[in-house]
């Protein structure tokens, strides 16, 4: 059962058939990012789950303010809430910004539990 039912769901994944059982959701096209132009045509009190999530560049400072802005700024003012799909935290050129978040950050892996200690 899915918790979000009040919420608008929207998803960026290459497997859309993994998310087959949750109800009214919309696709993202793959060219969104985490900016504030794809973010400016999300609806407020929205739910995004971004699956295999990465920076696609290793040293892309404006990919990182970006993301940096909209997790501390966009998603709280606008009531969206993100979830990021990360299956490999070194391999995505994301460990110093999830380490350093001031959010939750769970996951499902030795190298999650270990990262919580």
């Known amino acids: 059962m899915f918790l979000f039912l009040d919420l608008t769901v929207f998803i960026q994944t290459n497997e859309p058939s993994d998310f087959d059982e949750l109800p009214q959701i919309t696709f993202l096209e793959t060219e969104f990012t985490v900016n504030e132009l794809c973010f400016s045509k999300i609806p407020s009190k929205s739910l995004i789950i971004l699956d295999d999530f990465?920076?696609?560049?290793?040293?892309?400072?404006?990919?990182?303010?970006?993301?940096l802005k909209i997790k501390n700024y966009?998603?709280?003012?606008?009531?969206?809430?993100?979830?990021?799909?990360?299956?490999?935290?070194f391999g995505t050129n994301l460990a110093n910004d999830i380490l350093l978040a001031n959010h939750l950050f769970l996951a499902y892996s030795n190298l999650g539990e270990f990262i919580f200690r």
């Open 74 to 89: 966009t998603l709280r003012h606008r009531e969206i809430t993100l979830i990021l799909v990360i299956h490999n935290l």
């Open 54 to 67: 990465f920076f696609k560049e290793a040293n892309n400072r404006q990919s990182k303010l970006d993301f």
